[in-house]
């Protein structure tokens, strides 16, 4: 009877890191199915040259770091940053666009900061605004979607599987006018000398609330964040600062209707990439703070920065800077918003320089 | 009954299967008498027993083994009659399979009793005297720390203890020693609380089981009925809230200072195991030498609960309750959640309750352990709301500072955080060794202080020598001038009064020829005229043919021959 002795506890729950990253990919299917039945078939390849570049990336910087390859590829992150960078990506990206992204999410966002679990900043966020910075004419051109043309017949959306790839693979093959578009973000923060109405009434692309085909590839993300939620793969302290305080910003600098309008709070809350950035970006939790207090923080300050950077700053959607921003944050506010242990009057706060208890 | 007890939730917890019902159905058993029994001197926290008995002593059953060595120490009695076969290191309960030291006590298959003195009314003793009789029937806590029980019960004497609180959670999966023994012995615990309220006078009593013992719940109520001060109090069912701290917070909603005692707040908890063999030593006047022991696991064909002996191996429990030998993966002593893998070849001692057999499907070895993704399961499930992924994260930097800032000593191990942990992280032995590291610092620490302290005395000790050596030169050097100024006032005084007169200091100028002013004036005269002669004569040795230094030297003589003279015709005359 040879048993190695064992630590406790000799039981394990069941919840492991790759069924949660899979819950994740598996959230964003509601939104994923959206955004393929409004933009075509751009989404899908997206996700696919995402998750190709990311796993062989991955592979490799693992070969290279002599790391078990299969074992850490097995944990599904490298997917799971693949899948949030491709779904913020605009829809028939080109592909070294996506490879540039994923490229440096992957190597600098990931494994020079030592893989998985180490890196302070959210990879895909850091991808992300890379090519944001780098490519803003391919990074704000995105396509107008199905039924659009019933309203502007200027506009055609690019649904062919054939077409979409000749966008992507062979950029410029195909005429840039007539199937790209700026978003309803853009539209709103551009304008200066329209009304709200006189604006949706020229503008099809801001629809009823946020921009139509954007309000409901929104409330996709929510009810995919819902299921998480459910799942308890996160706690609501995220998302919940960071919606909270964005809708409270939007509230408190909405000019009403007029031109001067900065956007409604249902405008902010649906547009753009709010709801994929409240409930698949600011949870993500190894770049994001610790504790659920820490969370709420750390969610809030997101919201506040996007609300300010989509308002009064030079880009349209803000969501990816916010993050970054907020995890620079992240520890600081782990020092401060640490909870009260048992039996202790107070928590200690702070980041315990110069004060050692016991040394 | 007066007012609801009010249930507090308390933070995290976690609630993994329960595994109790298969070790439920068979009652308590009685395994057979084992051949060979170890008992360890340590079987509990503190100071081990020193034995009482020698090799080849025959003891019957209940005798006193060994006794105990202050109060952080605990008796030893016989399980049964026998021989004393030896006394030294044997087999013992613990994860790193030392041997410890021990009393090897071989049956003589009688199991006779010692002579017991029950005591007929307890209320007519005083709570010191009832104390001690728990004490001298070697009685520490049955819930797994194993604290001497008299010791605990005096060990805040001037905090006034207002609630006693029984603890019959057992919360953790597959332990149901608790529950059985209030099951099938309620009246006998209900006394042993009793006795405890004559020592403690609490004014109220909580008995708090996890509602997932329904049975045990209703035999106690029946049991306490009679007396109101007693309740029993079902509290929800998830773990720990078996944890001393935690069922404390349960109940009274307060919480135990950090590094403090339950006490401190007026409260202390007793097993209901500790309970019954209160009972026992007071009602029966038996001493500890028994306990309900859980066999449970898979790997046993009929999982059930025994009234062992204290000491019976391992391996005859498992082999009482059938084990399957080919099915065992993971032997634990304890629950899953707190306990350790032992070898079967150890006994069981006065804190084991629980033997699981585990099979491979029940217990599967961990897989290998992924980077933390500070996913914050592992804080949501903490009932002590620390952080355990940051605690983690300092541990591996080994980052005592801020693991101590992070409250790792308030850790209670219970495992919840490790449970839940995604990436399979053995959290809970990153913080028992971080704990062991700051110890171990802590105790160069001291030491060093200590080697500081006695440098700095010796310094100072020295320094303080060499101030009394130079106080006392000082003092001689004082005494000398004094003794100085003295002879020298003498000698003024004897010049004007002469010697005649001054009978010892004639006595002295015999010894030292004393001269007056004309002689010494001569005196020195004379030595210069003999030093000046000695100078010349070595010039002129060394210049033998200078003619000015013979004529110089011949001088010379002459001089000194002079004042020689009259020196010695001075001195002549006065001696005369």
């Given at each position: 009877?040879?048993?190695a002795?064992?630590?406790?506890p000799?039981?394990?729950?069941?919840n492991?890191t790759?069924t949660?990253?899979l819950?994740?990919?598996?959230?964003t299917l509601p939104g994923?199915?959206l955004?393929?039945?409004f933009?075509?078939?751009g989404t899908?390849i997206?996700?696919l040259?995402?998750?190709c570049?990311?796993?062989?990336?991955e592979?490799?910087?693992?070969?290279?770091r002599?790391?078990p390859?299969?074992?850490f590829?097995?944990?599904g992150?490298a997917?799971?940053?693949?899948?949030?960078?491709a779904?913020?990506?605009p829809p028939?990206?080109?592909?070294?666009l996506?490879?540039v992204a994923?490229?440096?999410a992957?190597?600098?966002g990931?494994?020079?900061?030592?893989?998985l679990?180490?890196?302070?900043f959210n990879?895909?966020?850091?991808g992300?605004a890379v090519?944001?910075v780098?490519?803003p004419v391919e990074m704000?051109?995105w396509?107008?979607?199905?039924g659009?043309e019933?309203l502007?017949?200027?506009?055609?959306p690019t649904?062919?599987?054939?077409?979409?790839?000749?966008?992507?693979?062979?950029?410029?093959?195909?005429p840039?006018d007539?199937?790209?578009?700026?978003?309803a973000?853009d539209?709103?923060?551009?304008n200066?000398?329209?009304?709200?109405?006189?604006?949706?009434?020229t503008?099809?692309a801001l629809?009823?609330?946020?921009?139509?085909a954007?309000?409901?590839?929104?409330?996709?993300?929510?009810a995919?964040g819902?299921?998480?939620l459910?799942?308890?793969i996160y706690?609501?302290?995220?998302?919940v600062?960071?919606?909270?305080?964005l809708?409270?910003?939007?509230?408190?600098f909405?000019?009403?209707?007029?031109?001067a309008?900065?956007?409604?709070?249902?405008?902010?809350?649906?547009g753009?990439?709010?709801?994929?950035?409240?409930?698949f970006?600011v949870?993500?939790?190894?770049?994001s703070?610790t504790?659920?207090?820490?969370r709420?923080v750390?969610g809030?300050?997101v919201?506040v920065?996007v609300?300010?950077?989509r308002?009064w700053?030079?880009?349209?959607?803000?969501?990816a800077?916010a993050?970054?921003l907020m995890n620079?944050c992240?520890?600081?506010?782990?020092?401060?918003?640490a909870?009260?242990t048992?039996g202790?009057?107070r928590?200690?706060r702070?980041m315990?320089?110069g004060?050692?208890?016991?040394? | 009954?007066t007012a609801?007890i009010?249930?507090?939730?308390i933070?995290?917890?976690?609630?993994?299967p329960?595994?109790?019902?298969?070790?439920t159905t068979?009652g308590?058993?009685?395994p057979p008498?084992?051949?060979?029994?170890i008992?360890p001197?340590?079987?509990?926290?503190?100071?081990?027993?020193?034995p009482?008995?020698?090799?080849?002593?025959?003891v019957?059953?209940g005798?006193l083994?060994a006794?105990a060595?202050?109060r952080?120490?605990?008796?030893l009695?016989?399980?049964t009659?026998g021989t004393?076969a030896?006394?030294?290191p044997?087999?013992y309960p613990h994860?790193?399979g030392?041997?410890?030291?021990?009393?090897v006590?071989d049956?003589?298959?009688?199991d006779?009793?010692?002579e017991l003195?029950?005591i007929?009314d307890?209320?007519?003793l005083?709570?010191?005297t009832l104390?001690?009789?728990?004490?001298a029937?070697g009685?520490?806590?049955?819930?797994?720390a194993?604290?001497?029980?008299?010791?605990?019960?005096?060990?805040r004497?001037?905090?006034?203890i207002?609630t006693l609180i029984?603890?019959?959670?057992?919360?953790?999966?597959?332990?149901?020693?608790?529950d059985?023994?209030?099951r099938?012995y309620?009246?006998?615990v209900?006394?042993?609380i009793?006795i405890?309220?004559?020592v403690l006078?609490?004014?109220?009593?909580?008995i708090?089981i996890?509602?997932?013992?329904?049975?045990?719940?209703?035999a106690?109520?029946?049991?306490?009925?009679?007396?109101?001060?007693?309740?029993v109090v079902?509290?929800?069912t998830?773990?720990?809230?078996?944890?001393e701290?935690?069922l404390?917070?349960?109940l009274t909603g307060r919480?135990?200072?950090?590094?403090?005692l339950?006490?401190d707040?007026?409260?202390l908890c007793?097993?209901?195991?500790?309970?019954l063999?209160?009972?026992?030593a007071?009602?029966?006047?038996?001493?500890l030498i028994?306990?309900?022991v859980?066999?449970?696991g898979?790997a046993?064909e009929?999982?059930t609960?025994?009234?062992?002996l204290?000491?019976?191996?391992?391996?005859e429990l498992?082999a009482?309750?059938?084990?399957q030998?080919?099915?065992?993966?993971?032997l634990v002593?304890?629950g899953?959640?707190m306990?350790?893998t032992v070898?079967?070849?150890?006994?069981?001692?006065k804190?084991s309750?629980?033997l699981?057999a585990?099979?491979e499907?029940?217990l599967?070895t961990?897989?290998p352990a992924?980077?933390c993704?500070r996913c914050?399961?592992?804080a949501?499930?903490c009932?002590?709301?620390?952080?355990?992924?940051?605690?983690?994260?300092?541990a591996?930097?080994?980052?005592?500072?801020q693991?101590q800032r992070?409250?790792?000593?308030?850790?209670i191990?219970?495992?919840a955080c490790?449970?839940?942990?995604?990436s399979?992280?053995?959290?809970?032995q990153?913080f028992?060794a971080?704990?062991?590291?700051?110890?171990?610092i802590e105790?160069?620490?001291?030491k060093?202080e200590?080697?500081?302290?006695?440098y700095?005395?010796?310094?100072?000790?020295?320094?303080r020598?060499?101030e009394?050596r130079?106080?006392?030169?000082?003092?001689?050097?004082?005494?000398?001038?004094?003794?100085?100024a003295a002879r020298?006032?003498r000698?003024?005084?004897e010049?004007?009064t002469?010697?005649?007169?001054?009978?010892d200091?004639?006595?002295?100028k015999?010894?030292?020829?004393t001269?007056?002013?004309?002689?010494k004036?001569l005196?020195?005269?004379?030595?210069?005229?003999?030093?000046?002669?000695?100078?010349a004569?070595?010039?002129?040795n060394a210049?033998?043919?200078?003619?000015d230094l013979?004529?110089?030297?011949?001088?010379?003589?002459q001089a000194?021959?002079?004042a020689?003279?009259?020196?010695?015709?001075a001195t002549?005359?006065?001696?005369?």
């Amino acid at each position: 009877m040879a048993m190695a002795p064992i630590s406790p506890p000799h039981a394990m729950g069941s919840n492991r890191t790759r069924t949660i990253m899979l819950q994740v990919l598996g959230a964003t299917l509601p939104g994923v199915a959206l955004l393929t039945w409004f933009f075509g078939w751009g989404t899908l390849i997206n996700i696919l040259l995402a998750s190709c570049f990311a796993l062989v990336i991955e592979a490799l910087i693992l070969h290279l770091r002599k790391r078990p390859v299969m074992f850490f590829l097995n944990d599904g992150s490298a997917l799971v940053t693949a899948w949030l960078l491709a779904l913020a990506l605009p829809p028939y990206s080109p592909w070294w666009l996506v490879l540039v992204a994923t490229g440096f999410a992957m190597v600098f966002g990931k494994h020079l900061y030592g893989g998985l679990g180490q890196n302070p900043f959210n990879p895909a966020m850091l991808g992300y605004a890379v090519v944001l910075v780098s490519f803003p004419v391919e990074m704000t051109s995105w396509p107008v979607w199905r039924g659009i043309e019933e309203l502007q017949p200027a506009l055609t959306p690019t649904l062919g599987l054939l077409e979409g790839l000749q966008r992507v693979f062979i950029p410029g093959s195909l005429p840039a006018d007539g199937w790209a578009t700026a978003t309803a973000l853009d539209v709103v923060r551009n304008n200066s000398a329209l009304t709200m109405a006189e604006l949706r009434a020229t503008e099809p692309a801001l629809g009823g609330m946020a921009g139509r085909a954007w309000e409901w590839v929104s409330l996709a993300w929510l009810a995919g964040g819902l299921f998480l939620l459910y799942k308890r793969i996160y706690s609501w302290h995220a998302p919940v600062g960071m919606l909270g305080a964005l809708a409270l910003m939007s509230l408190l600098f909405w000019n009403g209707d007029g031109s001067a309008s900065n956007g409604s709070p249902l405008f902010h809350l649906l547009g753009g990439a709010t709801m994929l950035g409240a409930f698949f970006i600011v949870t993500d939790p190894v770049s994001s703070a610790t504790s659920p207090r820490g969370r709420l923080v750390f969610g809030a300050g997101v919201g506040v920065l996007v609300y300010v950077i989509r308002v009064w700053g030079n880009y349209p959607d803000a969501v990816a800077f916010a993050v970054l921003l907020m995890n620079l944050c992240a520890p600081t506010i782990d020092y401060y918003t640490a909870p009260r242990t048992y039996g202790h009057a107070r928590a200690t706060r702070g980041m315990g320089k110069g004060q050692s208890e016991r040394h | 009954m007066t007012a609801q007890i009010r249930i507090h939730d308390i933070p995290g917890g976690i609630h993994p299967p329960e595994n109790k019902a298969q070790s439920t159905t068979r009652g308590v058993e009685q395994p057979p008498l084992p051949a060979r029994l170890i008992l360890p001197l340590l079987q509990h926290i503190g100071v081990p027993a020193e034995p009482v008995v020698k090799v080849g002593d025959h003891v019957l059953k209940g005798q006193l083994l060994a006794t105990a060595q202050g109060r952080f120490s605990c008796a030893l009695h016989a399980p049964t009659s026998g021989t004393i076969a030896e006394i030294g290191p044997a087999p013992y309960p613990h994860v790193s399979g030392l041997h410890e030291p021990a009393i090897v006590l071989d049956s003589d298959g009688e199991d006779r009793w010692v002579e017991l003195e029950p005591i007929a009314d307890y209320r007519a003793l005083d709570h010191v005297t009832l104390v001690e009789k728990l004490a001298a029937a070697g009685i520490s806590g049955m819930g797994g720390a194993g604290f001497p029980t008299a010791t605990k019960l005096l060990s805040r004497p001037d905090h006034r203890i207002e609630t006693l609180i029984i603890n019959g959670a057992e919360c953790e999966p597959y332990i149901t020693a608790d529950d059985m023994t209030m099951r099938h012995y309620p009246a006998q615990v209900v006394t042993g609380i009793e006795i405890l309220m004559h020592v403690l006078t609490p004014e109220q009593v909580l008995i708090g089981i996890e509602d997932n013992k329904p049975e045990a719940i209703a035999a106690m109520r029946e049991a306490a009925q009679h007396n109101p001060t007693i309740r029993v109090v079902p509290i929800p069912t998830k773990y720990p809230s078996g944890g001393e701290k935690q069922l404390i917070q349960i109940l009274t909603g307060r919480e135990v200072p950090s590094g403090g005692l339950p006490a401190d707040i007026g409260v202390l908890c007793q097993n209901t195991g500790t309970a019954l063999a209160v009972h026992d030593a007071v009602m029966l006047g038996r001493p500890l030498i028994s306990r309900v022991v859980t066999l449970t696991g898979g790997a046993l064909e009929r999982p059930t609960n025994v009234q062992a002996l204290i000491g019976t191996p391992i391996s005859e429990l498992l082999a009482f309750a059938g084990l399957q030998r080919e099915r065992l993966h993971r032997l634990v002593l304890g629950g899953p959640m707190m306990g350790f893998t032992v070898d079967p070849q150890a006994p069981i001692i006065k804190t084991s309750n629980c033997l699981l057999a585990a099979t491979e499907q029940e217990l599967p070895t961990p897989p290998p352990a992924l980077p933390c993704i500070r996913c914050g399961l592992c804080a949501e499930a903490c009932p002590a709301q620390l952080l355990p992924q940051q605690l983690h994260w300092f541990a591996l930097g080994k980052d005592y500072p801020q693991l101590q800032r992070y409250n790792l000593f308030d850790c209670i191990e219970c495992g919840a955080c490790a449970y839940v942990c995604p990436s399979s992280i053995p959290l809970v032995q990153y913080f028992r060794a971080g704990k062991g590291e700051i110890r171990a610092i802590e105790q160069q620490h001291t030491k060093a202080e200590q080697s500081r302290v006695r440098y700095e005395q010796r310094l100072e000790r020295l320094q303080r020598e060499a101030e009394q050596r130079e106080r006392d030169r000082q003092a001689r050097a004082e005494k000398a001038a004094r003794a100085k100024a003295a002879r020298e006032a003498r000698e003024a005084q004897e010049q004007q009064t002469g010697a005649a007169t001054e009978p010892d200091l004639a006595r002295v100028k015999a010894r030292i020829p004393t001269l007056s002013p004309e002689q010494k004036q001569l005196k020195i005269a004379a030595a210069t005229a003999r030093m000046a002669l000695q100078k010349a004569q070595k010039q002129l040795n060394a210049n033998p043919d200078n003619s000015d230094l013979q004529a110089q030297v011949v001088q010379l003589e002459q001089a000194h021959a002079e004042a020689q003279q009259a020196f010695e015709q001075a001195t002549s005359q006065e001696d005369t």
